[in-house]
Structures are given as C-alpha cells and as structure tokens.
C-alpha cells in the first residue's frame, strides 16, 4: 500500500486497489499476515506501573497524616536522655504497608475477575473472510476487510462506506457534534462512532493506533471527575483530620504554653492522637468492600465498569425500562382482534415486484398484503422482578417505543400499573388539554408508570428532568445509549448493542431482569458496609483524641504512644473484616447522610471518652475499685502522704495505669463497631463470624500485653487478671448505653425509630411471596402498597 495515497479522499475502487482487496474480502491467512505489520485493531492500553499504583495507595490526606506522625517520632521525638520512638516509625510504616498490600491485593483480584468477563464481552463485528460471514472480536480487523455496519454497532474501525443506502452516524464521542451526520456511500466512518440507522457493507482503512480515533485520543474525554462517593469519603476524612488537628492545636497551647510541660513528654502526648485518631484503615477497608462487591456482582451476572456505580445503585430510586424487547421471549401468537388493547403488535406484509432482477433496479411499488398481529409476552420472571424492585423502594417506569395501548397492557401484566401517557405529553401536544393544565411537565414523568411511543431524545429528557428533581436514577436498555450515559446509573442488557454496553456502567450477562434486583441487594449491602464504618471511624476519632487530651491536660498525664499504635494496628486488623461482614441491606434506596454521620460520631464517640475519662479518675483518684473489686494500685500522687515515696514503685505504678488505660480503650473502641454495623438492637443482628473472631482475637491479645507485659522500653507494667477482669466488667457497662443512645440520634434527626426496632424483615424476598406467576393481580396490590410506602418514606 502506498502511504502517501489518503485513502479518505480518492474513490472507493481506488482504495479496494491500493488495499489490494476485493468485495469478497480477505482471506484468512492474508488476515493473519497484515494483523502482523499493522497490529492488533485497539488502542494502545496505557500499563500502570504496579509499584506506582501500589505507592498510590499511601498517597491520600489519611496516610499523609500517619506518614507525618513516623516523621515526627523520629525527629522531632528526641532529648530528655531518650532515643527517637523508632518502635513507633517501624509500627506507622508497617501499619500503612499493611493496609495498601491488603487493598492492591483485593483491588487486583477484583480487577481480574472483571476483566476476564470483560474479555468474553470483546466488541464483535461481522467481517468478510474466505467468502463468508462471520462474527469475529474487532481486535482482528486489518486495512482491507469488508465488514457490514448495523443499527446499533460501534464502527469498529475507519472505513469507507460501500454500495447501499445511507447510514446516519453519531460522532459526538470524537468531534462532540450533538447531531447526528448522514454518511453516503463512499464516505468515511471514524472508528468509535455509532450507528444509529441504517445498514451497509464498508471496506476498512485504518485500524488502531493508525484511525482517526487512535491519532487523536488526546480528544477522547477521559477526565477523572470527582463522584458523589469520593466527595462523601473525603468530607468524613477531612471531619476527622480537623478533629485530629484542633485536638492538637489545644493541648499544644495548653501544655507548652500554660503548664509549660517537658518538650520530649509533651510530643509524645502528640503523638497520641496523630496515631490513634486518624481512620487510617478507611481507604483500604472501603477500596477492598467496592472491589468484594464487585466480585459478587459479577457472579451474579452484573459487570460493573465504574465502581462508584455500585453506591450509586444503592440509592437508586427510579429505574426507568426503555428496553421492551431485549428481556422478552420473542414468541409470535396470531390473534384476531384487538391487537394493541390486549398487548399485541402489528407486523405489516407488502410485496414489490422488480422486473429487471437486479440489486439496482428500483422496482413496482410496494403493495400491501395485510397486517401479522404478534404477542410479545414478558418473560415468566418479568413481573416478579418489578414487584420486588418496588417493594425495595424503586419506582419502575416503562419507557418504550410501541403505542400506548400495547405498553398500557404489558404494564397492566407485569403489576406495574397503567397510568402511562404518549411521547407527545412531554411536549405538551397531548389531545387532553386539562393534563397540561393541571400538571407541570415534571409532575407528570414523576407520578405516571411509564411513557409510550417514545422518541431517544425523549428518554434523554425523561432521565434530566428525574435528575432534577433530586432522584438517583438508573435506565435499563439494549440499544438506548444516549439514555444509559445521562442516567447515574447505566444498565445495559444481555444481548445489548456495542453501544449500549460502550455507554453503560454496569452490564448484564444474563436475561432478564433479575440480576437488576441481586444487583440492587448487594449494592445496598455494601453501601451499608462502607456507612457502618464511616459512623465507627468518626465516633473511634473523637474518642481517641478528645479522651486522651483531656487526660494529658488535666492530670498532666503522659500516653504512651507505642501503646496507642497497638491499639490502631488491633482495631486495623478486625475493621478490615467489615468488609465481608453480614449485614442486612436496606428496604428502601440508601443515600450518604453526613449529618447523621457526624452527629452520630460526635454523640457515640463524645460518650466513650467520656467513659474513658471517668475511668481514669475512678482508677487514680478514688477507692472505688480497690474497694468494691479488691485490685490495688498505688496512685502517682499518693507517694509522699501515705506511702513512702520510692522512684521505682511511683514509675511502676505510672505504668500500670497506663496498661489499664490501653485495655479500657481497646476494649471499648472495638467493641462500637458491633453498634455501628447495626440498625437495630446490636445483640440482634448477629455479625459475622469472621468479625466476631477477629474482635476475639485481638482483644485476647490485648489483654495478655495489659496483664503480663514488662516493658521498660513503652513504659507499662502488666496489671494482673484481676484487674483485666474489672476492666472487662466496666466495658461491658459501658457498651450497653450505646443502643439507647442511637436510637436517641435517629429519634432527634426524623427517623422513625420504632420501625427500626421492630422490623423483622430482610430485603431478600422468597419464593413463597412469588410463587404464583399468574396472581397479577396480588402482585398489583403489593405493588401499589409498596409504592404508597416509598412515596411517605421519601
């Protein structure tokens, strides 16, 4: 091929010449012999270095704080006779390395699994070989090949149209044209752009790195804009790190500036909430729950590509149906009467007589024969499937092209309702005047079940205006990509064009709908996962540093900060578990409340430092436990009055307290976590084993290092079983407020906490609530009551 001859502008025979091809194609060996010189039809992947992108994931705000606090500890922790606290730097790093090997190793997994499913859904295309059809993966296409362009594909690669009728493009993707553009034959098709009527042969031209898309894919909008999820995680982060800072900011100035306290002493109390505060698991743990999630959905036959669309399908409210043939048995009935007021479309039979019998000849004109009614009945999981996305608080909307009277029948057989109006009520035009005037535009897509006879630019409108009025909405299709791109959530169907899936977020394998209603289960779930951490990372951040300034201002008591390390790295290893935690997803679409996070936070966390501080005093300025339990300890401020003063039993007794004060905090940071994860009483919903294990395990190690530990080089002493038991006994009393003050949130912010507590439900409907597939009727008044409760509820 000469290189110098543009191959967009000279006649179409001279490129079937310069290409050295014909109309009947290539041969196979041919084929194989030019995917040699010219290279795979995709574009260039970019590899990410896996060094970098493990390295990535200690570059957040949370772990620039953890990595200034291992800084701190070396440098800045020094004089008073001490070496640096290089335990405390080995510990940060460690505990950092942990948690981004954890999440590269699950984030890979997830990656793997998505991307070998993905590669079973390759873009097809039908090419000419060996004089035969076939569909083949686009990736083998080559300068030369003759494919055939239909409704609905991606063009494949740059090619130049052949003979037959024109085909109308949409090049918005590369040239951001809103309009669709005829293309004639003999015209050029860019590689990317979409089909969207017509069908005609084409020869290719260029494919790859060497199409038009592959020279310019610096036009290709591949911004990375910031989600809904990551602005929640970062606001709860940022909350967190100014708690962390303004804790700081107020011992700093009293310690050194007032009590006027030991540089070295006053930096290691620093040190303590820098460590012990800061949710440093939350990136990893809610990186390793998206990509657990996404494994799951992709068993049950939905492939995500974005994974924030997983949070978004939690708090999807509205799904709109704009596909009424991709999840229906195409099964043909003849039927004598009243075809469209008893679901049955027309197929209308002409014949044109073409005397000359040749493909050019324009023929008689065509003749009408009659018309075919044909049934399109739904599938037997059809109106189960609706039923139970309404009973989860999702209102479905069918959004088709056939006429009214057709789509009010497949809604009144599916239980979904009939109040459904034609295309021309979104404009207005409709016969009935008093609709317009009665309802707005907006009121009218809010309320009705669905929109008939329309239009793709009436799907793109119907999505916008439900957008606007605050819904999540998600749009399920197989052909309608415009549709799926402006929905938050994008589903598009087995079986679904290049387009579609090109266009959507996540993807079905199977049939049907009922892998929208797993999807939206599991969805819910992890959602429910990531906001129970988000609440427990909040409450463990106000307690660590709120409980341990207090102590270390009032009492001008010092932390050890090793210790405090020990507990972040326990908590770190039994948070981790969240992420396959049981939980019990929502009834109705969840959405990210910071109010009620933060509020919930402060309120839980307040009340555990509180708890802590109180048992600081009882332990070091009363008798209460010596006297009620029988445990002694020598307080620090009782040598000198009643009990001679001897340096080695007053540093042992400081050291003592401090086991204690580690125990206690363990104790009770882990434990809110079984509050948190629960919308209900705590003791009800069991957690899971692997929680309940990890939360074993790493208390029984914490309570062997307070009972029998002798470190000199941390400074605590081991207390002894008795008093590892009356700690236990106090954690305990001081767990069991924690439900009443939920419940006491949820009242004061609008929940209705009553229906919290008693309901008894799971979101995983049974067989026996859908057994029978013809009780339409039953399953329209579930229907109706599940709608009017989701209605109230918003």
């Known amino acids: ?64 704080v953890m990595e200034a606090a291992a800084i701190m500890a070396i440098v800045m922790a020094n004089g008073a006779g001490r070496p640096p606290n290089w335990q405390e730097f080995v510990g940060i790093v460690a505990l950092l390395l942990i948690n981004s090997t954890i999440s590269f190793i699950e984030e890979n997994k997830a990656g793997n699994a998505e991307a070998a499913l993905m590669a079973g859904l390759a873009p097809k295309t039908k090419v000419l070989r060996d004089g035969r059809w076939s569909e083949q993966d686009a990736s083998i296409l080559v300068p030369g090949d003759i494919i055939t362009v239909k409704l609905g594909d991606i063009i494949p690669a740059d090619a130049r149209l052949l003979e037959g009728d024109p085909l109308k493009i949409d090049q918005s993707a590369l040239t951001g044209e809103s309009l669709p553009v005829i293309k004639s034959p003999s015209d050029e098709v860019f590689s990317g752009s979409i089909c969207i009527q017509g069908e005609i042969e084409a020869v290719v031209i260029a494919t790859g790195v060497h199409s038009f898309l592959g020279k310019a894919e610096h036009l290709v909008d591949s911004t990375n804009q910031v989600g809904h999820f990551q602005k929640v995680i970062t606001a709860i982060g940022n909350f967190c790190i100014c708690s962390i800072f303004v804790g700081i900011f107020i011992e700093a100035v009293v310690m050194f500036g007032i009590q006027h306290c030991n540089y070295r002493d006053g930096i290691d109390n620093l040190l303590v909430p820098l460590i012990g505060g800061i949710p440093i698991a939350m990136p990893t743990t809610l990186s390793v729950t998206m990509a657990i999630g996404s494994q799951r959905l992709s068993q049950q036959g939905a492939i995500t590509k974005r994974r924030t669309a997983i949070e978004e399908m939690a708090r999807m409210d509205i799904l709109d149906l704009c596909n009424s043939k991709g999840d229906v048995r195409k099964k043909v009935h003849a039927v004598i009467d009243k075809f469209a007021e008893r679901g049955l479309q027309s197929l209308a039979v002409a014949i044109q007589e073409i005397p000359e019998k040749t493909k050019d000849s324009s023929g008689e004109p065509w003749q009408l024969l ?6 399109d009945p ?8 609706i039923i139970r996305a309404q009973i989860l608080g999702v209102n479905v909307k069918m959004i088709t092209g056939d006429q009214l009277a057709i789509a009010k029948e497949t809604g009144r057989r599916l239980g979904m309702g009939t109040n459904m109006y034609p295309s021309s009520s979104l404009l207005f035009e409709d016969k009935d005047a008093s609709i317009a005037a009665a309802f707005s535009i907006n009121e009218i897509i809010e309320t009705v079940d669905g929109f008939a006879g329309v239009l793709p630019e009436h799907k793109y409108e119907i999505v916008k205006r439900l957008q606007e009025r605050k819904h999540i909405c998600g749009v399920t299709g197989d052909g309608d990509a415009t549709a799926l791109k402006k929905a938050d959530i994008g589903i598009a169907v087995a079986n679904a064009s290049d387009a579609a899936r090109s266009a959507a977020d996540i993807f079905l394998t199977e049939p049907g709908l009922n892998a929208i209603i797993s999807a939206v289960l599991t969805s819910r779930a992890i959602y429910q996962r990531m906001q129970n951490y988000t609440i427990y990372a909040v409450s463990a951040t106000i307690h660590i540093v709120f409980a341990f300034m207090f102590i270390a201002l009032r009492w001008s008591f010092d932390i050890a900060p090793f210790m405090v390390l020990i507990i972040a790295i326990l908590n770190n290893v039994t948070i981790m578990t969240i992420s396959r935690d049981r939980v019990k997803p929502s009834l109705q679409p969840d959405s990210w409340k910071l109010r009620e996070i933060f509020t919930t936070g402060i309120v839980l966390g307040g009340y555990l430092a509180f708890m802590t501080v109180l048992f600081f005093w009882a332990m070091t300025n009363t008798t209460f436990f010596e006297e009620k339990f029988h445990v002694t300890l020598y307080r620090p401020w009782d040598y000198g009055e009643s009990v001679p003063y001897r340096p080695q039993d007053y540093r042992k007794s400081v050291q003592k307290i401090r086991a204690a004060l580690y125990l206690q905090v363990s104790i009770v940071s882990q434990a809110l976590i079984f509050v948190t994860r629960s919308r209900s009483w705590s003791y009800v919903e069991r957690p899971g084993l692997l929680l309940i294990s990890a939360f074993i395990v790493s208390q029984l190690i914490a309570t062997l290092i307070a009972v029998d530990s002798n470190w000199d080089s941390v400074t605590i002493k081991g207390i002894g079983w008795r008093w590892a038991g009356v700690i236990w006994l106090y954690s305990v009393v001081t767990y069991i407020p924690l439900d009443f003050l939920k419940f006491a949130i949820q009242y004061l912010l609008g929940r209705k906490v009553r229906n919290t507590l008693l309901q008894d439900k799971t979101a995983f409907t049974t067989k026996n609530l859908f057994s029978d597939k013809n009780s339409y009727r039953e399953l329209s008044e579930i229907a109706e009551e599940a709608k009017h409760r989701a209605e109230v509820i918003r």
Do not use: Y
Not at 38 to 51: A, H, R, T, V, Y
Not at 370 to 375: D, E, K, Q, S
């Open 370 to 375: 009659g018309l075919l009614p044909i049934f």
């Open 378 to 385: 739904p599938r037997h999981d059809s109106a189960d499937t």
């Open 1 to 64: 091929m000469n290189k110098s001859v543009d191959l967009e502008r000279i006649p179409v025979e001279e490129v079937l010449e310069q290409l050295k091809c014909t109309r009947a194609g290539l041969t196979s060996e041919e084929g194989a012999r030019r995917l040699l010189v010219f290279g795979p039809n995709k574009l260039e992947e970019k590899k990410e270095s896996m060094i970098l992108k493990f390295l990535g994931l200690m570059w957040n705000p949370l772990s620039w």
